[in-house]
C-alpha cells in the first residue's frame, strides 16, 4: 500500500508526555491508516533546529505534511477523534463524515 | 441643545471608562505570570505577551503570523513540554479558552510554568523513595510527640503500619522503663541537637523489646523554627546479640588463657623441682663418687647434669615467650637508639675486648610498651653481637627506612656469620635454630619472641641475609 499520510510528531526527550504521546499517535494512526502512513518522530532536544525552523513551542505538536493541507496540533493525543479531526482528517463514523476544525472547537469550548 | 451637550459629556465619560478599561486588562495581559497566546481560529499565532517570551526563551515577532497549531486539551488543563532553546526543557500546564480576538473568533492559550514545581516533585519523590527503599525506620512527628509519617521500614521495625500509628503519641513505642529518656530528647530536640546514633531499646507491637540506634534531627520551617523531628530507627538487635557472644568468645579466651599462665607457672615449678634434683645428685655422686667411676661414668654423669641444665633453660626460655604474648600493653614514646646503647653497652661489659664498629641513628622514637621493645632490641643486638663474634671486623647497625607512605622500616643489621635464605621462614619458629649450640650457644627463642612482641604491636617482621655476608632484620610497629 502506498503511503498516503506523512506525518511529524516533535517530542522533548523521553519525558512520560513525550512517550505517552508516540504511544498513543502510534495507536491512531494505526488503527486509522495501517500500512499507509509514515510518522517521523522529532526529538527537538536532539535537534533544535528542526524544531526552530518548525517554530515549535511546545512538544508533543503532531504536524500532518500530507495530504494537504499541513496541519497541526499540539497537546493531549489521547482523543482518536479528536486528533483526526485537529489534522482536518475526516473520519467516517456510523457512515457520517465529522466536521472539521469547527466541530473540535465547539468541543473545546464545551 | 443642553441634551446635545449633556449626550457628548456622556461619550467623553464613557470613553474614559473604555480606556481605563482597556488599560487594566492590558496590564493584566501584560504583567501575568503566564504565557498568553492567542491565535485565530486555524490556530495561527496573533500576539505572544512578554511572560511567554519568557516562558519559550524567544521573540514574540518572530511567531506572530506562524502555525501555532489546535491545543488539544482533555479535561481542564494538558501538560505540554516546554522547548526553549538554548535552556532545559520546561514543563508547562495549558489551558485553551474560545474567545474573541478583534472582533474574530480565536483562541486564547495560557501556559502555566510548572517546571520548577515539577523538579521539587521529582525530588521529593526520590526523596520519598530513598526513605520507603531503606530498611531502617523512618518516622516524622511533631513537637508534641505526635507520629506524622511512618515509612514501611518502620512497619518492619516495630511491627506497626503507618494507619495505626500516624497521629498517635511516638511514647507508644517506649519500653515501660524509660519514660525519663524521652523527656530528654525533647529538650535536645527542641534545642536543634542533631543526635546521632543513640542506641537505646524500643517495644514492638507484640511486646518485643529490641535494640535500636536512633539519628533524631530537628524539621525546620523557612524561618528556622523547629516544627518536629525525624527519627531514624537502626535495628541493632542481632548486632547486640553477635555482641555478647563475641565478648562471651573474648572472656572464654581471657579465662582459658589465664588458666593457662597458672599452668605455666605450676608446670615450671614441678618440672624445675626434679630437674634441680637430676642436677644436684649428678654433682653429689660426681663430687664424692668420682674415685668410684671410669672415665665414662663421669662423663656420662656431666652429660646427664648438662642436659638437665639445657632442659631448665628451655623452660625459662618458654615461660618468658608466653609472658611476651601476655603482658599487658602500656603504649608511649620509646627511643629505639637509646634502648640499642643500653644494650650493647652491657653486651661490651660482658666481652670488653671485643672490637665492634657500631651506627646507631639517632632519632629513632617510636610508639608502643618500652619494656617490650627493650626486650626486642636486646633479641635482635644479642643475636648481632653473637653471630659477628667471629668476624674480626664486625660491625652492627640500627636504623630506621622511610618508606613512600611515611612510614617507617626499623632494621638491626650486622657483617657476621649470616644465614641462607632458603631458610628464612625456620628463624622466627621456637626452638628451630640454623647453627649448632657449638658454632653458637643458643636455643633458638628469640626471634619467636621478637615476632611475637612486634605482631602485639601491629607490627611485621622479616629478615634477609646472607651465609657469611651478615644478616638484616627488619621490622615495622603498625599504626
Known sequence: MAVKYVLKLYVTG??????????????????????????????????????EDDKILATPTLIKILPPPVARIIGDL????????GLDLVVVRGGAALGKLGKINEEISQ | MKKLANKAGQYEIDLQALKESEARFRSIVLWSPDAIIVTDAKGKIEYMN????????RKMESFVGKDFGLPLVDGKSTEVDIFRPGKDPGVGDMY??????????????????????RKLEKAQSQLAAIVESTDDAVIG????????????????VYGYNAKEVIGKSISLLMPPVHPDEYKEFLTKKSSGELIKNYETQRRRKDGQIIDVSLTISPFKDTSGKITGGSIIARDITEKKKLEKVVVKARDAAEAANKELEAFSYSVSHDLRAP???????????????????????????????????HMAELIDALLMLSRMGRKEMHYETVDLNT?????????????????????????????????????????????????????????????????????????????????????ADKLFKAFQRLHTPNEFPGIGIGLATVQRIIHRHGGRVWAEGEVEKGATFYFTLGG
Not at chain 1, 522529532?42 to 528542526?50: E, G
Not at chain 2, 512578554?50 to 526563551?57: G, I, L, M, S, T
Not at chain 2, 667411676?293 to 641444665?309: F, H, N, P, T, V
Request: proline share 2%.
Open chain 2, 96 to 117: 485553551v479558552v474560545e474567545a474573541e480576538w478583534l472582533n474574530k473568533k480565536a483562541r486564547i492559550i495560557t501556559i502555566h510554568d510548572i517546571t520548577e514545581r
Open chain 2, 50 to 57: 512578554p511572560a511567554a517570551e519568557r516562558v519559550f526563551n
Open chain 1, 78 to 85: 489521547m482523543d482518536k477523534e479528536k486528533v483526526l479531526l
Open chain 2, 275 to 309: 630437674l634441680r634434683s637430676l642436677d644436684g645428685f649428678s654433682q653429689v655422686l660426681f663430687e664424692d663418687y668420682a674415685n668410684q667411676l671410669d672415665e665414662q661414668g663421669k662423663d656420662y654423669l656431666q652429660r646427664i647434669r648438662k642436659a638437665s641444665q
Open chain 1, 14 to 51: 523521553v519525558t512520560s508526555r513525550s512517550q505517552a504521546a508516540l504511544k498513543n499517535i502510534e495507536k491512531i494512526l494505526s488503527e486509522a491508516y495501517k500500512g499507509a502512513y509514515s510518522l517521523r518522530v522529532i526529538d527537538v532536544m536532539k535537534h533544535p533546529k528542526l524544531a
Open chain 2, 339 to 423: 634502648l640499642a646503647q643500653a644494650t650493647l653497652a652491657e653486651l661490651r661489659q660482658t666481652q670488653p675486648k671485643r672490637q665492634i664498629e657500631f651506627v646507631i641513628e639517632e632519632g629513632l622514637a617510636v610508639q608502643g610498651d618500652s619494656q617490650l621493645l627493650r626486650v626486642v632490641m636486646e633479641n635482635l643486638l644479642n643475636n648481632a653481637w653473637k653471630y659477628t663474634g667471629k668476624q674480626p671486623e664486625a660491625r652492627i647497625g640500627v636504623g630506621a627506612l622511610r618508606q613512600g607512605d611515611g612510614k617507617r622500616t626499623y632494621f638491626v643489621c650486622d657483617n657476621g656469620a649470616g644465614f641462607d635464605m632458603a631458610f
Open chain 2, 141 to 156: 512527628k511533631d513537637l508534641e510527640g505526635t507520629i506524622v509519617s511512618w515509612n514501611s521500614g518502620a512497619e518492619v
